[in-house]
């Protein structure tokens, strides 16, 4: 991977997680990262641990926030010519549930997070990257928007217009030397996947055990995928070597997808 000295790169949901492990990666090869994500004690370890040996700023704020998102892009860009790295990976699970009990305010929260974030980061930073003639956006989406996710509508529904939102912006931004892809994880082993799979072993009246043995057995190599492995990803597409790779939904997923049997 090239270095990313003098780049700047936004993380949502940066805390921890996937987030986290992109953070590092980033500021590890030299670019200035900005943390992004709730204002909580993970945020605070996170920013104390890394900000030890790389170079990090930090942003406590809730995505869903639209003014608060509006106001951290203005003081972002008064600081920085141009963001030049956008990683929207901020998200949350949803609701597990069949479609009629899903509540229109889980609904709403999901995709605001999951979704309508992303869009109003993309827009904000987008013309300033414009200007600058280079720009990177990765959506880290996931193998949920690929496929059929019983259970988990505003989830997966989220997911695939994240998907579609990104096809469309590399569409938009390919002239201005902007690339933009989406990254789609199966199972991958944070805090995040223990609790769906607590939610859908509740639903289903299975056991916590039971339900994590299926997740791995949907797999094509019996294994859930580690947050290093997805930040390995996104560095790449940060790179210079991936410059020509642009409006790709690019699974990260061990193989997952629907099995019967072993």
């Given at each position: 991977m090239s270095n990313l000295n003098n780049k700047v790169a936004l993380v949502t949901g940066a805390s921890q997680g996937i987030g986290r492990s992109i953070a590092e990666r980033l500021a590890r090869h030299g670019?200035?990262?900005?943390?992004?994500?709730?204002?909580?004690?993970?945020?605070?370890?996170?920013?104390?641990?890394?900000?030890?040996d790389v170079t990090v700023s930090k942003f406590g704020i809730d995505l869903t926030d639209d003014a608060a998102l509006e106001s951290m892009a203005e003081a972002?860009?008064?600081?920085?010519?141009?963001?030049?790295?956008?990683?929207?990976?901020?998200?949350?699970?949803?609701?597990?549930?069949?479609?009629?009990?899903?509540?229109?305010?889980?609904?709403?929260?999901?995709?605001?997070?999951?979704?309508?974030?992303?869009?109003?980061?993309?827009?904000?930073?987008?013309?300033?990257?414009?200007r600058s003639g280079s720009g990177k956006i990765i959506n880290i989406s996931s193998i949920a928007g690929k496929m059929a996710y019983p259970l988990r509508t505003p989830y997966a529904a989220s997911k695939w217009g994240l998907i579609g939102l990104t096809l469309t912006l590399a569409q938009e931004l390919g002239p201005n030397n902007i690339q933009v892809n989406a990254i789609c994880p199966g199972p991958t082993q944070t805090e995040l996947i223990e609790s769906v799979i607590h939610a859908r072993a509740a639903a289903t009246g299975t056991s916590f055990e039971y339900m994590s043995k299926e997740y791995v057995r949907a797999t094509a190599l019996k294994r859930m995928v580690q947050p290093e492995e997805v930040a390995g990803l996104v560095g790449y597409l940060c790179s210079d070597e991936a410059e020509v790779i642009t409006g790709q939904a690019i699974d990260i997923s061990a193989g997952y997808g629907f099995r019967i049997g072993d």
């Amino acid at each position: 991977m090239s270095n990313l000295n003098n780049k700047v790169a936004l993380v949502t949901g940066a805390s921890q997680g996937i987030g986290r492990s992109i953070a590092e990666r980033l500021a590890r090869h030299g670019a200035h990262v900005v943390l992004v994500a709730l204002k909580d004690e993970h945020l605070e370890r996170t920013y104390r641990e890394l900000s030890k040996d790389v170079t990090v700023s930090k942003f406590g704020i809730d995505l869903t926030d639209d003014a608060a998102l509006e106001s951290m892009a203005e003081a972002l860009l008064s600081e920085h010519a141009s963001i030049n790295i956008l990683i929207n990976n901020a998200g949350i699970g949803g609701p597990t549930a069949p479609v009629w009990e899903v509540s229109p305010p889980d609904w709403d929260r999901t995709l605001a997070l999951n979704l309508r974030a992303p869009f109003l980061l993309s827009r904000a930073l987008a013309p300033a990257m414009i200007r600058s003639g280079s720009g990177k956006i990765i959506n880290i989406s996931s193998i949920a928007g690929k496929m059929a996710y019983p259970l988990r509508t505003p989830y997966a529904a989220s997911k695939w217009g994240l998907i579609g939102l990104t096809l469309t912006l590399a569409q938009e931004l390919g002239p201005n030397n902007i690339q933009v892809n989406a990254i789609c994880p199966g199972p991958t082993q944070t805090e995040l996947i223990e609790s769906v799979i607590h939610a859908r072993a509740a639903a289903t009246g299975t056991s916590f055990e039971y339900m994590s043995k299926e997740y791995v057995r949907a797999t094509a190599l019996k294994r859930m995928v580690q947050p290093e492995e997805v930040a390995g990803l996104v560095g790449y597409l940060c790179s210079d070597e991936a410059e020509v790779i642009t409006g790709q939904a690019i699974d990260i997923s061990a193989g997952y997808g629907f099995r019967i049997g072993d």
